[in-house]
């Protein structure tokens, strides 16, 4: 189970060699919704061995969140003027000029 609740499942067919991996989907979330981790889609696709963890999953929430929190502090610092090229040309200019 994945934090949006969409389960998965393998299972083995008889008379194939390799076991079947698949997706249930939390039926209360609309199909244009769901999104799967990265996580699951290696594993649901065998470029992954072992199913991810809850703990795993949550972490990368965590570190999605906090990259998302320093691209907004980039993007402020860029409309207020420190991603202009003049300022990097005048701040340069002082460093060298120290």
């Known amino acids: 189970t994945d934090l949006a609740g969409n389960n998965y499942y393998y299972f ?3 008379g194939t060699p390799k076991p079947r991996r698949i ?3 939390n039926p209360q ?3 244009s919704d769901i999104t ?3 996580q699951w889609h290696q594993w649901l696709r065998h470029t992954r061995a072992s199913a ?3 703990q795993e999953l949550q972490s990368d929430e965590e570190r999605k969140a906090r990259l998302k929190t320093l ?3 980039a993007d402020r610092r860029w409309a207020s003027g420190y991603g202009d090229i003049n300022w990097i040309l ?3 200019r002082r460093i ?3």
Request: hydrophobic content about 50%; overall charge negative.
């Open 23 to 25: 997706l249930q989907q």
């Open 52 to 54: 991810p963890t809850i």
């Open 96 to 98: 060298l000029a120290a």
């Open 29 to 31: 979330i609309p199909y």
């Open 90 to 92: 005048i701040w340069h």
């Open 36 to 38: 799967i981790p990265v």
């Open 71 to 73: 691209a907004e502090a």
């Open 12 to 14: 083995q067919p008889s």
